[in-house]
DNA sequence: TAATAAATGTCGTTT
DNA sequence: AAACGACGTTTATTA
């Protein structure tokens, strides 16, 4: 049995010295991290150029890739999953090729020089959860229909007609149909749209009067315009609100079990 | 003046080592990288959890922050640039908390083992340019109309009309109004129906007969349908062509000036 | 600051 | 594989 490799840190080696660390930790499919000189060329959905500078070039062994500069939130170039590494030396350069050949994308990173190359293996198997999404807002309406007003009564969700899907397709206190879409951000005049197909399908289908509530924790200017020319109703409700009724909920549960 | 301070490269210190010298390169306003055992927890526009494991952690100097896991292109956490960094041990384990006031989020990062601390100067000047973008595509069409079809003639382009802007607005051979909506990406529905607010309003203010020209690299089937419906036409347009058309352009030009 | 649309969007789900 | 919508979308532009 092979032995675990040690993992590897090196400060500003050459570019000779760097090219087998760098071969090796990709094809051992380890964690790859790089700091130094570099120019950037990318080809394919897009094209791109940057010039040369200092980055951080991260590596990982599922094929993505990341290239940072010392500012911002998103990488300046990169690749998703799936993606090819090869990197030899040329003309006294090391380039690491990034191919994506599903994609049809090509990463090229010049490198003249390094201030660090790091070879890890990084053991993550941490669970990780997402509280206060959409699908939570759905479910504590679900729950709790009182939220979007007293006697609503809701009879389906997620369910599919031609435009997609309505979130929350219920009844009012007066058994007057009502759909219900969610969003978990403020609202804007593209959701009050997307409301209005599923109304102009629903509207099709029945002669009946049909309500159409907008729930999310605030209502744009536009929008607002839209949505009372149309006569549909808003109802303020926030995710972390959600959340929290979720979190009420789901310890409820074992006394509900017994009533 | 203040000499200025060499990088920094740890291999697994203590936590108690690791304390100092993240203080150090976060006040100094330095990126910092870190590998090692932690958990996170965020609150904010969210929550979420991630239980303990072994990530790369990225702090820049503008305040933005990554986590990242071994695998997968986006980070499992993060903050965007103007995030406040603390950091201080806290039962035996080192804590960061990033603060971003403005958003109201918070995120902590808890370590209890470190693999890697590196602190960094990375200096980058380089120029980024992307290519075959959608404004690309709009100024390929403007620049060499007759992509789209010959006789076409440009009149104005980023029309704002009630409901946004038109991408292109032209007359055909025959002087028919013409409106052209342009993706970058396969066109879908979506597409369709964007292109149809255009027309609804135009058709609104005239009753001559207007054209609908949707042009992307390519038309997803569901679009179609609702396109040939509507009478609305399609043509295929790649944004890396339109590219080429205006590298070729802008080599052009000192010719041009001299005809 | 708010609103609006693009993005090499990415990511998940469903057909 | 294609289509479709959510996303802690992010980012840029404009009113």
Redesign the pocket.
């Known amino acids: 049995m092979e032995k675990a490799p040690r993992q590897i840190i090196l400060e500003a080696p050459s570019l000779e010295d760097a090219l087998p660390i760098v071969k090796s930790g990709i094809s051992h499919k380890r964690l790859v991290i790089l700091a130094g000189r570099c120019s950037v060329e ?1 080809e ?3 094209s ?1 150029s940057l010039g040369p500078g200092e980055r951080l070039i991260i590596l990982k062994s599922d094929g993505s890739a990341l290239i940072h500069r010392p500012k ?10 799936g993606s090819l590494f090869q990197t030899k030396l040329r003309e006294n350069k090391l380039v690491i090729r990034i191919y994506h050949r ?1 994609d049809h ?1 090509v ?1 090229e990173i010049t490198f003249t020089g390094f201030k660090l190359v790091s070879i890890l293996d990084l053991k993550d198997s941490g669970e990780f959860n ?1 509280y206060a ?3 939570d807002m759905q479910q504590a309406i679900l729950t709790q229909p009182s939220i979007i007003e007293e006697g609503f009564r809701p009879i389906t969700s997620e369910k ?1 007609v031609d ?3 309505i ?1 929350v397709l219920g009844v009012d206190r007066n058994n007057v149909l009502t759909i219900v879409e969610i ?4 609202a ?3 959701a009050v749209l ?1 409301l209005k197909k599923y109304m102009d399908v629903i509207n099709l289908d029945s002669n009946r009067k049909v309500r159409a509530i907008l729930v999310a924790p605030a209502l ?4 607002e315009e839209i949505l009372v020319s149309l006569g549909y109703e808003f109802k303020t409700l926030s995710p972390q609100y959600c959340a929290e009724i979720l979190k009420l909920r789901g310890g409820k549960r074992i006394t509900e079990y017994f009533k």
């Open positions: 990318y394919g959905r897009a791109s911002d939130y998103s990488p300046v170039n990169w690749q998703p999953p599903k994308e990463m997402l999404s959409e699908s599919p435009p997609g899907f979130d969003k978990r951000v403020k804007t005049k593209k997307q744009a200017e536009g929008a």
